[in-house]
């Protein structure tokens, strides 16, 4: 089984004080990647209108692991039950109805959801597949969510206009972990001393020795003369440099620099490059 490389803070993101609302869905089986895209993004209160069918196998089956969220699921009879008690309801749709709503972006909607849901729940709603939802039951929101599609090709699939909105979710909720941007969640990992790479980094020593071995290894083999050195040591320093080498990147390096020299036959025995070979052989 596939083990998260992050450490895992709770099941439910909003400790289901964020409800994904669907209306009158007509395939079971949007209901259940519905469910998948839900508990990728640990959101797990799910609320149905008016299911066509459910439940079912179809459900289930591309529920792919997540059938806790359709276990947990409430079927409702009509939208005013689904979110009867929710301080904020926000809906899925298109911009261009004649009388302007207040209508955001997914980023914009998932902080004001997560800031209602301080309140008490908050429903995002979601329409039927063919025709997303009627203008009475958008009446019903406080604000509209828009997702700026293709404008060529709008049409979303029902559960990835959810994931859509469960990742924006997800990443406002990780932003607000130990203080905002340092949250551990989001910090990128791409270099040595980031938090998680397994070596250090290299020291200005080594790395400066890796350098003037690559540089005599060079001369070793004809490709540089240091009479007429030209730029080729300096880019090849901008390349390794922006590299950012660890120290068995290094001593790996250094291992090869010395086996093209015993290839070459201008390794010396007992030589600092020939140490070089046999520590990169230790790190390996």
Known sequence: ??????????????????????????????????ARAMKNMALGSLWLVNPAS?????????????????????????????IADCVCV?????????????????????AKAAEHSAAGPVAVVFGRENHGLSNEELQ????????????DYSSLNLSMAVQVMCYELRMDYLRGLEGGDGSPYLKPM??????????????????????????????????????????????LRRLF???KLDRTEISILR???????????????????SKARSAAGEQE
Not at 4 to 28: K, N
Not at 140 to 151: A, D, E, G, L, V
Not at 209 to 234: C, S
Not at 260 to 268: F, I, L, N, P
């Open 255 to 273: 291992g090869v620099l010395t086996a093209v020299q015993k290839s070459a036959g201008t390794d010396q025995p007992g030589s600092n490059t």
């Open 1 to 34: 089984m596939h083990k998260s490389a992050m450490p895992q803070e709770g099941t439910d993101t909003f400790d289901d004080q964020i409800r994904i609302v669907l209306v009158e869905t007509s395939h079971s089986g949007n209901i259940g990647a519905v």
């Open 90 to 110: 926000m809906g899925t749709s298109a911009r261009g109805r004649k009388v302007p709503w207040p209508v955001m972006a997914p980023p914009d909607a998932a």
């Open 241 to 243: 440099q922006r590299a």
């Open 54 to 82: 459910f439940p079912d196998e179809t459900s289930y089956a591309r529920a792919a692991g997540a059938s806790d969220v359709l276990d947990n699921a409430r079927v409702v009879t009509s939208l005013d039950e689904a």
């Open 190 to 235: 791409n270099a040595p001393g980031d938090a998680g790479w397994d070596v250090p980094p290299a020291p200005v020593k080594d790395v400066e020795g890796f350098f003037e071995h690559l540089e005599q290894v060079l001369v070793d083999v004809d490709f540089h003369r240091r009479e007429k050195p030209g730029l080729l040591m300096t880019r």
């Open 140 to 151: 019903r929101c406080n604000f509209h969510i828009h997702i700026p599609s293709n404008p």
